[in-house]
């Protein structure tokens, strides 16, 4: 296959060589094309392809403004030129140049998404449509690429590009918010990060510790006091304080074959109980914790 990478580290000298390769006719492109495509000629490939090598670099300088080295792009463009290769059907009534120049552009335009933001921007076809007629409509503007746009400017290039305010609006922020480490510092004065500013979710691990220490010493008064108690007494608690969902006086009191009104009663009687307990044990705040 073509080597993209004798096209690497191109400089001003190379990208003037490329454009002074003479360009194929359509009789010599059609022929290569089926040499390529019919029999894996790869002398044939690296001709077609280097004869519109010129494209890769033409393009390159409409995506100047977007910040990327010009070699990265024609390299990017090359992949889309190769790309064109082993798609283009020679039979067609199309010239390969024709054909190859959506491919490039394409490539080209990939890359720029790839690597504008670590944010991934342009994820929908109208997002990708917005984020290259914006560069271009403020070129036709004549708006200054370096600073924020004004209303007057946002309103419009919204209405020459026929799209919404907002949507300008949005695409803005993502073109001109610039990427910002977590682990920039916050200031000169400070050795905080930004990233010591986020809030987890997550439980402190030291708080995580102390909750389960502290669980389980109440877990520990409380069976203490519950021992303190009868059977029947101990059982109406549990079923009524300690479930999930608790029982209701009146199936208890079928299943201990007593009242619901006595129910009530043993259960007001056990909960004295249990308080006078744990304040015995903790002290008067601390027994209202557990049993609230």
Known sequence: MFQISQFQGLDKKLIRTIMTIPLLSREEETLLAKEWK?????????????????ITVSMASRFRHYGLLKTDLIQEGTLGLMEAANRFDPDREVRFSTYANWWVRAAMQDY??????????????????????????????NINHGSPLS???RVAIA?????KLKDVESMEVRLYGADQSLNNEIGDDTAQCWQDLL???????????MLKNDTGVKNRILEKALSSLSERESYI???????DESLTLSSLGKQLGISKE?????????????????????????????LN
């Not at 019919?38 to 010129?54: E, H, P």
């Not at 929908?124 to 036709?140: M, N, Y």
Request: with cysteine; net charge positive.
């Open 38 to 54: 019919d029999k894996g000629n790869q002398k044939s490939l690296n001709k077609l392809i280097r004869a519109y090598l010129r």
């Open 112 to 141: 720029v998404l790839r690597n504008w933001s670590i944010v991934r921007t342009g994820t929908t076809a109208a997002h990708k449509a917005l984020f290259f007629g914006l560069k271009r409509t403020r070129i036709k503007l």
């Open 151 to 153: 209303l007057t400017e």
């Open 159 to 163: 209405e020459e590009m026929n799209v």
């Open 199 to 209: 809030v987890s979710p997550d439980k402190i691990p030291e708080d995580v510790v």
């Open 237 to 243: 608690i549990r079923e009524r304080q300690l479930r």
């Open 262 to 290: 006595r129910v009530r009663q043993v259960e007001a009687i056990a909960m004295d109980k249990l308080k006078c307990s744990i304040l015995s044990d903790v002290g008067e705040h601390a027994s209202a914790e557990l």
